[in-house]
């Protein structure tokens, strides 16, 4: 007997679709004639917490660290059991195991992961399945490999993630005591992907603060051509004086004349071009390309994006979401006519659209080569009544459905024009465009404003009467317009995952920044929402309308943790070892050494009181009224319904509590005093000896 094993039930019940006719559904698997098939739920098994380990653990301390496993535990992740309970069953049952999880390097650990936990001892092959239609399914069950192959990958997965618990456990525990040693009640929670996520939010709120607005000047003039009239603007001479860095004009008094000399006078067109452009449709969706549509479109935030595109998965009408993939098998082609026809009977909107969809079409998104472990997200064959969806579904809905109806429309054509001029001796510019055939733009519409962009001087868009160089024209009066410049925007959750996607863009180390961009940046696809979640839920990033702030709490986590911790250089180095461990070039032993060493400064820095003292605003509460040694700190509620405000030294007794009212705590009428009688804080100097390294052993 045959067991596959897939990452997920879909993948799985595809799978048996292909092997038998009509499977039959049973407890935990599906019997496909002679094979068994059956799915994890992802990771079914997780690193064990410290306490596994020792259940003096569960204390912390800073004497306990470094915490360093010698042989790693895993435990069953929570609702997991009774699926490891039918796995357990049927693999003493098999002959052969197809390893079918998905194909890249966690969905090869997470069925490893598996095997090892019960010894299974039957020889196993690898399903290499990039896509679940017919076609794909059937290619990959021809083409099995030795699982031995892919070991590489297997241990890339398993070193980043003990590499990730070692940074998690070890930091977090450090830096929290050391800020509550110096006084600051706070868990300051360190994580390889979630610190840099947040130093990037602190670094873009504090340079808007710092930001003050410079003024500068536009230039513009309307234009007299015997064939109409258009507008042209400035163009500065290279090197010219009056302008700032980024070559605008800031001298007033040279934009007066400059204006006036331009006003009203003789001049001739010098440059006149006229190219066809005909663009392509656009890239299909990914989940972060997605998030950011639908925050820029409809102001939808990532978690509950991520949500939405969920529920239409399980309910079929979409294919899986957590893709970082733009990009569709060329075997899907074949399948369009159907999944067109499902569009235009869920959207009736789009019904005209789907009927001029040319099938023969064959898009730049089908390609094969550049579909990762999962494909582009699209429409299935699966019609609905979107009438009954929540309106975040019909939204996501609606822009899924419009990119792939766009695919089999024609190119989206016009004419690209440039006009330069000369008046009284300057050059002066005008660019316009006259779309000649709609196309795909028809079915997308306009793209929305960059939420990365400030609203800057992009010039309107107009069509230019047709002209030819030596054509004489005449100006009317030349506007001399005062503008600021503009700070940079805040983050949405969109803009935040498409940063932390894009992470090399704010690295300087061309090295550095080279592996985030081969790495896909920091985090995955599947992992970003929920990272930034994770970062509103501790509190150290709140949501101000669509924008996303970092809080006081946030700053001071990061003013208080080392560069080499909060920076995404860490995983550009650990981007280099685990790819060179993939490829079987690198031993995972060596990188996880290195893992460990860091983690051993760290926690001797702060042992040794050799760590920077915590960052002032992790005490920026005021003093408490009711002891007179505390300090308040700010505190969101469990039910996420606001915040309140408590003394920092409640483990001393102190239950003071004040609700919030502005972001400050409600105070008035509170004497600073000492009427509960609290019981003072002790403080022990610490010598600078190296912390005991807590080795903890299998069993202990």
């Known amino acids: 007997m045959r067991l596959w094993i897939a990452e997920k039930p879909k993948v799985a019940a595809a799978i048996a679709g292909e092997l038998a006719s009509r499977p039959v559904r049973e407890a935990g698997f599906l019997r496909a004639g002679d094979d068994l098939v059956t799915w994890c739920y992802g990771h079914l098994l997780e690193p064990?917490?410290?306490?596994?380990?020792?259940?003096?653990?569960?204390?912390?301390?800073?004497?306990?660290?470094?915490?360093?496993?010698?042989?790693?535990q895993l435990l069953p992740r929570d609702g997991a059991k009774d699926q490891l309970a039918v796995l357990e069953q049927l693999l003493p049952q098999a002959g052969e195991i197809i390893h079918a999880g998905d194909p890249d390097a966690e969905g090869q650990l997470l069925v490893d992961e598996v095997l090892e936990h019960f010894r299974a001892d039957a020889p196993v092959r690898r399903l290499w399945l990039s896509a679940n239609d017919s076609d794909?399914?059937?290619?990959?069950?021809?083409?099995?490999?030795?699982?031995?192959?892919?070991?590489?990958?297997?241990?890339?997965?398993?070193a980043r993630q003990r590499a990730d618990w070692l940074i998690g456990m070890n930091l977090s525990r450090a830096f929290t005591l050391h800020a509550r040693r110096a006084g600051a009640d706070v868990l300051l929670s360190v994580g390889r992907v979630q610190t840099p996520t947040l130093a990037l939010v602190v670094a873009r709120d504090r340079a808007i603060e710092a930001f003050r607005a410079e003024p500068y000047f536009l230039l513009s003039v309307e234009v007299e051509h015997a064939q109409g009239r258009f507008r042209a603007r400035w163009k500065a001479r290279e090197g010219m004086p009056g302008l700032d860095g980024a070559g605008r004009l800031v001298d007033r008094e040279l934009a007066a004349r400059l204006a006036a000399a331009a006003s009203g006078v003789p001049g001739r067109i010098s440059l006149a071009s006229l190219e066809p452009k005909r663009p392509g449709p656009p890239a299909l969706f990914n989940l972060t390309t997605l998030t950011a549509k639908a925050s820029a479109v409809h102001g939808h935030g990532a978690g509950d994006t991520l949500a939405a595109l969920q529920a239409l998965y399980d309910a079929g009408h979409l294919t899986y979401p957590r893709t970082d993939s733009s990009h569709l098998p060329e075997s899907q082609h074949g399948d369009a006519a159907r999944i067109l026809a499902a569009i235009g009977t869920t959207l009736p909107a789009l019904a005209g659209a789907v009927g001029e969809a040319d099938l023969d079409r064959k898009s730049a998104a089908y390609d094969d080569a550049k579909v990762t472990a999962h494909h582009a997200i699209v429409p299935t064959r699966k019609a609905a009544a979107a009438g009954a969806w929540s309106r975040i579904e019909r939204d996501l809905y609606d822009l899924v459905a419009r990119s792939f109806v766009?695919?089999?429309?024609?190119?989206?054509?016009f004419l690209a024009a440039t006009v330069e001029l000369e008046l009284a001796?300057?050059?002066?510019?005008?660019?316009?465009?006259?779309?000649?055939?709609?196309g795909w733009r028809a079915v997308v519409g306009e793209e929305p404003a960059d939420e990365e962009k400030p609203a800057g001087d992009e010039e309107p868009p107009q069509a230019l009467p047709p002209v030819a160089v030596g054509d004489p024209v005449r100006s009317l009066e030349a506007q001399a317009a005062q503008k600021?410049?503009?700070?940079?925007?805040?983050?949405?959750?969109g803009t935040l995952q498409k940063a932390m996607a894009e992470i090399h863009k704010y690295v300087d180390d061309p090295d550095d920044k080279r592996v985030l961009r081969e790495g896909d940046g920091i985090g995955t696809v599947a992992t970003r929402a929920a990272i930034i979640g994770e970062l509103k839920r501790k509190g150290f990033l709140e949501l101000h309308?669509?924008?996303?702030?970092?809080?006081?709490?946030?700053?001071?986590?990061?003013?208080?943790?080392?560069e080499e911790v909060k920076s995404a250089r860490l995983t550009a180095l650990w981007g280099r070892e685990l790819a060179a461990i993939e490829r079987g070039e690198s031993d995972p032993a060596h990188f996880l050494g290195g893992q460990v060493l860091l983690v051993v400064d760290q926690v001797a820095a702060v042992a040794s009181g050799a760590a920077a003292a915590p960052a002032a605003t992790l005490f920026a509460g005021p003093e408490c009224p009711r002891c007179g040694e505390g300090r308040l700190r700010r505190i969101r509620r469990k039910d996420q319904s606001g915040y309140f405000w408590g003394c920092s030294r409640w483990r001393e007794g102190c239950k003071a509590t004040f609700d919030d009212q502005d972001g400050k705590p409600a105070i008035a009428g509170e004497a600073s005093s000492t009427a509960r009688s609290v019981a003072p804080r002790t403080t022990t100097a610490r010598g600078a000896a190296k912390p005991r390294k807590t080795t903890v052993r299998k069993g202990r």
């Open 48 to 72: 064990a917490p410290p306490e596994a380990y020792d259940p003096a653990l569960a204390r912390w301390s800073l004497e306990s660290l470094p915490i360093l496993p010698d042989a790693w």
């Open 136 to 158: 794909s399914i059937r290619a990959a069950i021809a083409r099995l490999r030795p699982n031995g192959e892919f070991s590489g990958l297997r241990e890339s997965a398993r």
């Open 406 to 413: 766009a695919q089999f429309h024609p190119d989206h054509e």
């Open 425 to 438: 001796g300057e050059t002066w510019r005008a660019t316009g465009r006259t779309v000649t055939v709609p």
């Open 484 to 493: 600021k410049t503009k700070p940079p925007t805040r983050f949405t959750e």
């Open 545 to 562: 309308g669509k924008q996303i702030v970092s809080t006081t709490l946030g700053r001071g986590a990061i003013d208080s943790l080392p």
